[in-house]
C-alpha cells in the first residue's frame, strides 16, 4: 500500500503543482462559482479533471495518435497558445496556433534531448500577428532515457511557465513509464504462457497419440471420441487469443485432459470434481489450472501401484472463487518446493507449479500465489483464490489496465 501512495504522489503532485499558474490564471477573473470553492480550488479541481482525462491516451505510449489525443488536454493544463509533443525524430502533434514553427522547434530540440535538460529559447517569425514567441522544451523521460519532448509555445518569455512546463512534462513521463511497464508485464505474461505450453508434456502427447492408435483396431468409436478429445485439448492449450479464459472452459479442457489419462492408467486414476455453478464465470488465466491437474496426475500415480486418487473443487467465497485440487500421491519435500517455487531449482518433469504462482501473483498481487500444502508420501493440496471482479481481467481478453 505504502508503494501505491508513493506512486499516487509522483503521478499527482506535478499536475497540481503546475495547476497552482492555472488556478492563480482562472483567479483572476473569477468571482462566484456556486458553492465549488475559491477560484484557486476550483482551477484546482478542473486541473486534476484536465489530467484524468489526458492519461488514458497517454498509457498506451507515446506515438501519433496517444499525443493527437492528450495533447489538447495538456495545453489545457497549461494554458498556452500552443502545445505540440515530439519523439525523438518528428512533431507528433501541435495543438494551437503557430503550427508553421513545426521545422524550427525540430531543429532546435537537439540539445534537449541529448542532455534530458529542459530550455526556453525565442522563436524567429515574420509573421507580424503570430502569438507565438517562445517555446519552453521539457523531455520527456521513462528510465533516464529521453523519448521525446512536450514543448509549450506563449507570446513571450515566462519563468513560472518553464517551471509548470517541467511539472506537467514529469507527469507524462510517469504516464509513459507506467504504460512501459504495462506493456513489459504483458510481455512477461505471454511469454510465461508460450514456455508453459512447451512445457506440455511431450510423453503426455506421444502416449495419447499411442493410446488412441491401440484402440483403432479392437474399439474404432472409442478411438474416434479420444482423438476429438485429444484435439479439443490441443486446440484449447495452444489458442492464440486472450489471456484470460473462463473457469468453465479451463474445467472443460481439464476434462478432455483426463479423458486422455483415464484411457491410459484405467481405473488407477479416479477423480473427483464439485463445482458450484456460480463460480463457472469467473474470469481467471488462461491454462492455469489444468499444469496443477497435470501435477496432480504425474505426482499421484508416480511410484504407486494401488489407485490414485485427485479430487478438483470450486467454491464461492463471497468476492472470490476457491479452487482446490487434491491428491494422495508421493507429496513432496516443503523445502524443496519453497525453492522450485522460487526458480531455485528445476522440477523435474516441468510441469510448471511455478509458472502458475508466478502469473497469479503478477494479475492479482502476492496475496494471490499458490497455497500448497504437502509432505513426503502425504499427497499435495493446492488452493487457487481468484477474485471474481478484478480490473482489466475478463474472459477471453488481453491483459489491461483501467
Same mark, same amino acid.
Given at each position: 500500500?505504502?508503494?501505491?501512495?508513493?506512486?499516487?504522489?509522483?503521478?499527482?503532485?506535478?499536475?497540481?503543482?503546475?495547476?497552482?499558474?492555472?488556478?492563480?490564471?482562472?483567479?483572476?477573473?473569477?468571482?462566484?462559482?456556486?458553492?465549488?470553492?475559491?477560484?484557486?480550488?476550483?482551477?484546482?479541481?478542473?486541473?486534476?479533471?484536465?489530467?484524468?482525462?489526458?492519461?488514458?491516451? !497517454? #498509457? $498506451?505510449?507515446?506515438?501519433?495518435?496517444?499525443?493527437?489525443? *492528450?495533447?489538447?488536454?495538456?495545453? +489545457?493544463?497549461?494554458? @498556452? =497558445?500552443?502545445?505540440?509533443?515530439?519523439?525523438?525524430?518528428?512533431?507528433?502533434?501541435?495543438?494551437?496556433?503557430?503550427?508553421?514553427?513545426?521545422?524550427?522547434?525540430?531543429?532546435?530540440?537537439?540539445?534537449?534531448?541529448?542532455?534530458?535538460?529542459?530550455?526556453?529559447?525565442?522563436?524567429?517569425?515574420?509573421?507580424?500577428?503570430?502569438?507565438?514567441?517562445?517555446?519552453?522544451?521539457?523531455?520527456?523521460?521513462?528510465?533516464?532515457?529521453?523519448?521525446?519532448?512536450?514543448?509549450?509555445?506563449?507570446?513571450?518569455?515566462?519563468?513560472?511557465?518553464?517551471?509548470?512546463?517541467?511539472?506537467?512534462?514529469?507527469?507524462?513521463?510517469?504516464?509513459?513509464?507506467?504504460?512501459?511497464?504495462?506493456?513489459?508485464?504483458?510481455?512477461?505474461?505471454?511469454?510465461?504462457?508460450?514456455? !508453459? #505450453? $512447451?512445457?506440455?508434456?511431450?510423453?503426455?502427447?506421444?502416449? *495419447?497419440?499411442?493410446?488412441?492408435? +491401440?484402440?483403432?483396431? @479392437? =474399439?474404432?468409436?472409442?478411438?474416434?471420441?479420444?482423438?476429438?478429445?485429444?484435439?479439443?485439448?490441443?486446440?484449447?492449450?495452444?489458442?492464440?487469443?486472450?489471456?484470460?479464459?473462463?473457469?468453465?472452459?479451463?474445467?472443460?479442457?481439464?476434462?478432455?485432459?483426463?479423458?486422455?489419462?483415464?484411457?491410459?492408467?484405467?481405473?488407477?486414476?479416479?477423480?473427483?470434481?464439485?463445482?458450484?455453478?456460480?463460480?463457472?464465470?469467473?474470469?481467471?488465466?488462461?491454462?492455469?489450472?489444468?499444469?496443477?491437474?497435470?501435477?496432480?496426475?504425474?505426482?499421484?500415480?508416480?511410484?504407486?501401484?494401488?489407485?490414485?486418487?485427485?479430487?478438483?473443487?470450486?467454491?464461492?467465497?463471497?468476492?472470490?472463487?476457491?479452487?482446490?485440487?487434491?491428491?494422495?500421491?508421493?507429496?513432496?519435500?516443503?523445502?524443496?518446493?519453497?525453492?522450485?517455487?522460487?526458480?531455485?531449482? *528445476?522440477?523435474?518433469?516441468?510441469?510448471?507449479?511455478?509458472?502458475? =504462482?508466478?502469473?497469479?501473483?503478477?494479475?492479482?498481487?502476492?496475496?494471490?500465489?499458490?497455497?500448497?500444502?504437502?509432505?513426503?508420501?502425504?499427497?499435495?493440496?493446492?488452493?487457487?483464490?481468484?477474485?471474481?471482479?478484478?480490473?482489466?481481467?475478463?474472459?477471453?481478453?488481453?491483459?489491461?489496465?483501467?
Amino acid at each position: 500500500m505504502s508503494g501505491f501512495l508513493a506512486g499516487l504522489c509522483v503521478a499527482v503532485l506535478p499536475v497540481l503543482a503546475a495547476g497552482v499558474w492555472l488556478g492563480r490564471r482562472t483567479a483572476r477573473g473569477a468571482k462566484s462559482l456556486g458553492g465549488l470553492g475559491t477560484p484557486v480550488e476550483h482551477a484546482t479541481f478542473e486541473t486534476l479533471h484536465t489530467a484524468s482525462l489526458a492519461a488514458p491516451p !497517454l #498509457r $498506451a505510449g507515446l506515438t501519433e495518435e496517444t499525443a493527437r489525443k *492528450s495533447a489538447r488536454k495538456l495545453r +489545457s493544463l497549461l494554458g @498556452t =497558445d500552443a502545445l505540440c509533443l515530439t519523439d525523438r525524430e518528428q512533431v507528433l502533434v501541435w495543438d494551437g496556433d503557430g503550427a508553421h514553427h513545426r521545422s524550427e522547434i525540430m531543429e532546435r530540440l537537439g540539445g534537449a534531448l541529448d542532455t534530458g535538460r529542459g530550455e526556453a529559447f525565442r522563436l524567429t517569425c515574420d509573421i507580424l500577428d503570430c502569438s507565438v514567441r517562445w517555446a519552453v522544451v521539457a523531455p520527456l523521460t521513462v528510465d533516464d532515457r529521453v523519448h521525446g519532448a512536450l514543448v509549450a509555445c506563449a507570446p513571450r518569455e515566462s519563468a513560472v511557465l518553464v517551471r509548470a512546463a517541467g511539472e506537467v512534462a514529469r507527469w507524462v513521463s510517469v504516464q509513459l513509464e507506467l504504460a512501459d511497464l504495462d506493456q513489459s508485464r504483458t510481455r512477461l505474461i505471454e511469454a510465461e504462457v508460450k514456455a !508453459l #505450453r $512447451a512445457q506440455i508434456s511431450p510423453h503426455f502427447i506421444f502416449n *495419447s497419440l499411442a493410446v488412441i492408435a +491401440s484402440f483403432v483396431r @479392437t =474399439d474404432p468409436e472409442r478411438a474416434r471420441e479420444l482423438l476429438l478429445e485429444f484435439a479439443d485439448f490441443t486446440r484449447y492449450s495452444f489458442r492464440r487469443h486472450g489471456d484470460f479464459t473462463a473457469l468453465a472452459d479451463e474445467l472443460h479442457a481439464i476434462d478432455h485432459y483426463l479423458a486422455l489419462v483415464r484411457a491410459r492408467f484405467g481405473d488407477r486414476l479416479s477423480v473427483t470434481l464439485q463445482i458450484a455453478p456460480e463460480v463457472l464465470p469467473v474470469a481467471l488465466p488462461f491454462l492455469c489450472l489444468q499444469p496443477l491437474v497435470e501435477n496432480a496426475v504425474k505426482h499421484g500415480l508416480e511410484g504407486k501401484a494401488d489407485k490414485c486418487r485427485i479430487q478438483i473443487t470450486a467454491q464461492d467465497a463471497g468476492a472470490e472463487a476457491l479452487v482446490v485440487i487434491e491428491d494422495d500421491g508421493a507429496g513432496m519435500d516443503p523445502d524443496l518446493l519453497r525453492r522450485i517455487l522460487a526458480r531455485e531449482v *528445476s522440477p523435474s518433469g516441468g510441469i510448471g507449479l511455478s509458472n502458475v =504462482d508466478d502469473r497469479l501473483r503478477q494479475v492479482y498481487g502476492d496475496d494471490y500465489g499458490l497455497v500448497i500444502e504437502t509432505a513426503p508420501g502425504a499427497g499435495m493440496k493446492i488452493t487457487v483464490r481468484i477474485p471474481k471482479y478484478q480490473p482489466g481481467v475478463h474472459s477471453g481478453g488481453r491483459l489491461t489496465r483501467e
